[in-house]
C-alpha cells in the first residue's frame, strides 16, 4: 500500500519589491512521501519569487512529467513553467518550443544541480530555439536548509523579495540570502 502525501499548510504574507506586490494568503500543496523538506521550501519559495494570481502547484513528485508550478491564462494556453531543485537542458528547451510564449524557470537551491544544468546548455553548440525563454534562479542553499528544519505542517512566514535578496521570517527566525537570476546569456558567457 502507497504511503500517502502529507497536506502541509503555510501562511505567507508576501512582498515582492521590484514586482510591487503585497499579498497574505495560505497556500496548501501536498507533500509526496518521497519529496524532501527542501524541496517544498524551493517550491514555497519559487511561488514567492514567481508569483501571479493564476501560478498554482503541479501534480507532484507522481507525474514527473510535470511542473512543480505552472500557470496557465483563461483559454488554458500555458503562459508559466517551473522547475524546483532539478531539472534537465533537453526538457526544459522541449517546453519552451512546445508552449510559445511561455516563461520557463528553473530554481536551485543547491550549486551543484545548478551547475550541472548550466554545463547541460553550454554542451549545445549553440543556443537552441526556445532557450531564450529560460531564467535559471539561485537561492543561498543555506537559506533553504534553515527552512527545511521545521517540518512543521503549519508554518507562517513573511517573505520579502527585492531585486537581488530574499528575507524570510519563519517561525520566529529571520533569516535571509541572495538571490541571482541568470538567462541565457549570462549562464552562456560563463558568469555564474
Given at each position: 500500500?502507497?504511503?500517502?502525501?502529507?497536506?502541509?499548510?503555510?501562511?505567507?504574507?508576501?512582498s515582492h519589491?521590484?514586482?510591487?506586490?503585497?499579498?497574505e494568503?495560505?497556500?496548501?500543496?501536498?507533500?509526496?512521501?518521497?519529496?524532501?523538506?527542501?524541496?517544498?521550501?524551493?517550491?514555497?519559495?519559487?511561488?514567492?519569487?514567481?508569483?501571479?494570481?493564476?501560478?498554482?502547484f503541479?501534480?507532484?513528485?507522481?507525474?514527473?512529467?510535470?511542473?512543480?508550478?505552472?500557470?496557465?491564462?483563461?483559454?488554458?494556453?500555458?503562459?508559466?513553467w517551473?522547475?524546483?531543485?532539478?531539472?534537465?537542458?533537453?526538457?526544459?528547451?522541449?517546453?519552451?518550443?512546445?508552449?510559445?510564449?511561455?516563461?520557463?524557470?528553473?530554481?536551485?537551491?543547491?550549486?551543484?544541480?545548478?551547475?550541472?544544468?548550466?554545463?547541460?546548455?553550454?554542451?549545445?553548440?549553440?543556443?537552441?530555439?526556445?532557450?531564450?525563454?529560460?531564467?535559471?534562479?539561485?537561492?543561498?542553499?543555506a537559506?533553504?536548509?534553515?527552512?527545511?528544519?521545521?517540518?512543521?505542517?503549519?508554518?507562517?512566514?513573511?517573505?520579502?523579495?527585492?531585486?537581488?535578496?530574499?528575507?524570510?521570517?519563519?517561525?520566529?527566525?529571520?533569516?535571509?540570502?541572495?538571490?541571482?537570476?541568470?538567462?541565457?546569456?549570462?549562464?552562456?558567457?560563463?558568469?555564474?
Open positions: 500500500m502507497a504511503l500517502p502525501s502529507t497536506r502541509r499548510e503555510f501562511k505567507i504574507a508576501l519589491v521590484p514586482r510591487e506586490i503585497t499579498r494568503d495560505s497556500v496548501i500543496l501536498a507533500q509526496h512521501p518521497s519529496e524532501s523538506e527542501e524541496h517544498v521550501v524551493l517550491r514555497v519559495l519559487a511561488r514567492c519569487l514567481l508569483f501571479e494570481e493564476s501560478l498554482a503541479g501534480p507532484g513528485l507522481s507525474t514527473p512529467d510535470a511542473a512543480d508550478l505552472w500557470a496557465r491564462d483563461l483559454t488554458g494556453r500555458l503562459t508559466r517551473v522547475e524546483c531543485g532539478t531539472a534537465d537542458a533537453e526538457d526544459l528547451v522541449k517546453v519552451a518550443q512546445r508552449h510559445s510564449g511561455a516563461q520557463v524557470h528553473a530554481v536551485f537551491g543547491d550549486d551543484r544541480r545548478l551547475r550541472e544544468l548550466v554545463e547541460q546548455f553550454r554542451a549545445f553548440k549553440e543556443p537552441r530555439k526556445g532557450e531564450s525563454a529560460l531564467t535559471l534562479w539561485r537561492l543561498e542553499p537559506l533553504v536548509r534553515a527552512l527545511a528544519r521545521s517540518e512543521a505542517r503549519r508554518q507562517d512566514w513573511t517573505v520579502t523579495v527585492l531585486d537581488e535578496h530574499v528575507y524570510v521570517e519563519a517561525e520566529g527566525d529571520a533569516l535571509d540570502g541572495p538571490l541571482s537570476r541568470l538567462d541565457c546569456n549570462s549562464y552562456r558567457s560563463g558568469t555564474i
